[in-house]
């Protein structure tokens, strides 16, 4: 037997492929179809859209044609996971004590496999929409009246099928704990009061599930996947963070002391929340369903998952500081560590830089202007990365252009745009959440 503790990931995979299984096993391609399935049915509700918030008539006076393509595009994928799965399901079996002790080994196990019929149906569910889906494409453009009709009406044939509730429910109890490590360390080893530790298993839930979608979207960000899948998971996130909201409120309602300091961080919590999720669906994801170009589609993503990433990972330290009132959240995020050093260097190659363009500005002189040459050229082979992506294309077309400006009375007015430019810029980088308790020093 096992020895569950210390059993890891890469240790299931390594007996599972001593038994003959494929690497991914039976256990992976169901834990990937859930998730799949789960954003499928999160997108398919249109209140998880980035148009939230009631506005209903820009819903209705829009094209839904992009959101029926990545419907179809999940329903291909879904199928052809279904179809893996059956493969792998029909495959030897293994021995019936091989997962003794293992309930919970990476989170995967034999519940894993689920009966032939029951994928045969998803996957004629899968088949038979996609086809329906092609047909649809086909009447393009696509009204809001369409997509309502076509989106109810999957979503029902989905959640009628209890396979697809149970891919769902298997892929939700077994993804891990998301929430960091150090601040389950510290909640093993502290004894909270009964009231607080109650709302702490109530409102801890959100957050493990909260962290890991964001990782979801994280790694396609990484990977260099397409990222208009992401929308799936996005809307997966909103669903959960209306749950959390919809909970704390109620929390909030039945509150005996608003005096208490729990009162506050929920309070704060529902605030902070509520504002950031309606400007990350509303302005950041609004119409990248619509987006074509590649660099403006990853700039949207980048700045929605960054934003919502920041407001999660900030709540969630304002909770924890309730186990551990000195506790930073350099501790607890390992990202905070990352992107605290990286934008102080920002910060302050920005200013610099902001510098040597002001003072070129005022005297364009040969010597000024190889200065400042250099200054830009340090600058794009530096700290200039760690800028969001929406802003490196900008900053990349004022350097390119100051580079080639050999005159310069044409080059003083483009330093006054760049300069202004870079001002905007060095104030938001300053605002970032990691750099509040870095004041910068002029």
Not at 305 to 333: N, W, Y
Request: aromatic share 10%; charged share 25%.
């Amino acid at each position: 037997m096992f020895n569950q503790s210390n059993f890891a990931s890469s240790d299931l995979t390594k007996a599972l492929d001593a038994k003959g299984l494929s690497e991914r096993g039976v256990a992976h391609t169901s834990f990937e179809l859930g998730l799949w399935l789960l954003g499928l049915t999160a997108f398919l509700n249109t209140r998880n859209h980035p148009f939230v918030d009631g506005n209903q008539s820009k819903a209705v006076g829009r094209e839904w044609t992009n959101e029926v393509r990545l419907t179809k595009f999940t329903l291909l994928h879904t199928a052809k996971l279904t179809s893996q799965l059956v493969f792998e399901s029909q495959k030897e079996t293994l021995p019936e004590n091989f997962f003794d002790g293992l309930e919970r080994a990476e989170n995967l196990s034999s519940n894993s496999r689920f009966p032939t019929e029951d994928l045969n149906q998803l996957a004629a569910i899968l088949r038979n929409y996609t086809v329906l889906g092609e047909i649809l494409l086909r009447s393009a453009p696509i009204s809001f009246h369409e997509w309502t009709a076509w989106s109810n009406i999957l979503a029902k044939e989905l959640s009628t099928a209890k396979i697809v509730q149970d891919l769902i429910e298997q892929t939700e109890n077994t993804s891990g704990n998301s929430l960091p490590v150090k601040f389950r360390e510290i909640l093993v080893n502290t004894q909270l009061p009964s009231d607080i530790a109650a709302d702490f298993r109530l409102v801890l839930p959100y957050f493990n599930k909260l962290f890991k979608y964001l990782g979801l979207i994280e790694k396609m960000l990484e990977d260099d996947k397409p990222l208009k899948p992401t929308l799936l998971f996005f809307s997966v996130i909103y669903r959960q963070s209306q749950e959390m909201i919809a909970f704390i409120k109620n929390r909030l309602v039945r509150f005996q002391n608003e005096e208490h300091p729990m009162f506050e961080a929920l309070d704060c919590a529902v605030f902070a929340t509520s504002m950031e999720v309606r400007k990350v669906y509303q302005i950041e994801l609004g119409d990248v369903s619509t987006i074509r170009q590649a660099p403006l589609l990853c700039a949207k993503i980048e700045a929605a998952f960054g934003l919502l990433r920041d407001c999660f990972q900030q709540t969630f330290v304002g909770f924890a500081r309730f186990v551990e009132p000195e506790i930073e959240p350099t501790e607890l995020f390992a990202n905070f560590n990352i992107k605290l050093e990286q934008s102080i260097i920002l910060r302050k190659e920005l200013w610099e830089t902001l510098q040597v363009v002001k003072n070129v500005e005022k005297l364009p002189e040969p010597l000024q202007i190889q200065e400042l040459q250099d200054q830009l050229t340090n600058f794009m082979h530096g700290s200039m990365k760690y800028l969001m992506y929406k802003d490196l294309e900008t900053v990349e077309r004022f350097i390119e252009e100051v580079l080639i400006t050999k005159n310069s009375a044409d080059l003083v007015p483009t330093l006054h745009r760049f300069g202004a430019y870079l001002e905007t810029l060095f104030g938001q980088v300053k605002m970032r959440v990691v750099l509040m308790n870095h004041p910068f020093e002029y």
